[in-house]
Each structure stands twice: as structure tokens, then as C-alpha cells.
């Protein structure tokens, strides 16, 4: 696949086909666990869901609103794979559980547009904001391309420091 917009055949009543801001009306929703069991509905952002089938799922539509809700729900995913991961507990998918795990995120852009600094200070239990007894990584911010090896020197020395 050469992007995330190509279309498989055939495309007969897919709205997608003809404007990529009705998807909407080809699904349902969003699972509310992604395909590594990360919950996407619960913990730290709100996210709207709707049933259909007897089943839940993470609401999809045209307006802001629902951008926001997926915005939201990938963050929750991401959220829920970081405490998976810091707390030691298995991934849900079968596979073994990891332990000690220190974890460090670089943000890169304006202060403006850095808006999930929060996020990547939780994934990475900066000062041990979501679990104080789990290994606590850092959170570094690059305003620009130019600070960007200056963040990445600064997580490699953090990895020396913890090999010693």
C-alpha cells in the first residue's frame, strides 16, 4: 500500500470512495479496545460511544466533535498501553508482559501545538505522575527541528546513566 488513502475494490456504495469526511457512514464506530487490547473508552479522556448490534463502540462522524472523539480515544489507547507497560501487566494479547520499563517521549513543535504534552509526560511517568512505585522515564520538549538532537542526547544520556 502506497498510503493511508488508497481504496481497495470495489468501491460500490462506499461513501469513503467519493469524500473521505463521510467514512462515518461506512462504520458503524471504533472497536473500543485497538487489536493489542489498549482500551480506548476508558481513563483518562472522555469518549462518546454508541451501540449497535448489541456491541459498543467509539462514535464516528463528520462534525469536530467526533474528530475530537477519535483524537481522544487514540489517546486513551495510548495512555492505557503506556500503564500496561510501566505497571508490568500483560499486553491482553497472549503475549508476556515487560518489567522495569523506563520510558522516555520527545515532543516536537511549538508550545502552541504541543498540546498532548500532557500525554507524553503520563506515558512516560514523568516525576512518577501516574504510578510513583513504577520506573519513572522523562518527558523532553524540542521547539523545533534545530532542538530536536539536543532532546535525544539528552534521553541517550539518561539510557547510559541506567546501564551503569
Keep these: 500500500m502506497s498510503s493511508d488513502s488508497t481504496l481497495v475494490s470495489p468501491t460500490t456504495n462506499c461513501n469513503y470512495a467519493t469524500n473521505w469526511t463521510t467514512a462515518d457512514k461506512d462504520i458503524v464506530g471504533l472497536s473500543t479496545t485497538d487489536v493489542w487490547g489498549n482500551n480506548l473508552t476508558s481513563g483518562w479522556q472522555s469518549v462518546t460511544t454508541t ?27 495510548a495512555d492505557d498501553a503506556a500503564n500496561r507497560i510501566l505497571t508490568g501487566s500483560s499486553p491482553g494479547n497472549g503475549k508476556s508482559a515487560l518489567s ?11 508550545s502552541e501545538n504541543l498540546s498532548n504534552s500532557t500525554l507524553l509526560e503520563r506515558i512516560a511517568n514523568q516525576g512518577g505522575v501516574r504510578c510513583s512505585s513504577c520506573a519513572q522515564g522523562e518527558f523532553y520538549y524540542a521547539p523545533g527541528a534545530a532542538d530536536i538532537s539536543d532532546a535525544f542526547a539528552k534521553v541517550a544520556d539518561q539510557i547510559l546513566h541506567l546501564s551503569k
Design 100 to 110: 522495569s520499563v523506563y520510558i522516555y517521549t520527545i515532543g516536537l513543535g511549538t
Design 51 to 77: 451501540t449497535s448490534g448489541g456491541k459498543t463502540y467509539v462514535k464516528v462522524g463528520e462534525s469536530s466533535t467526533y474528530a475530537t472523539n477519535v483524537t481522544n480515544a487514540s489517546m486513551n489507547a
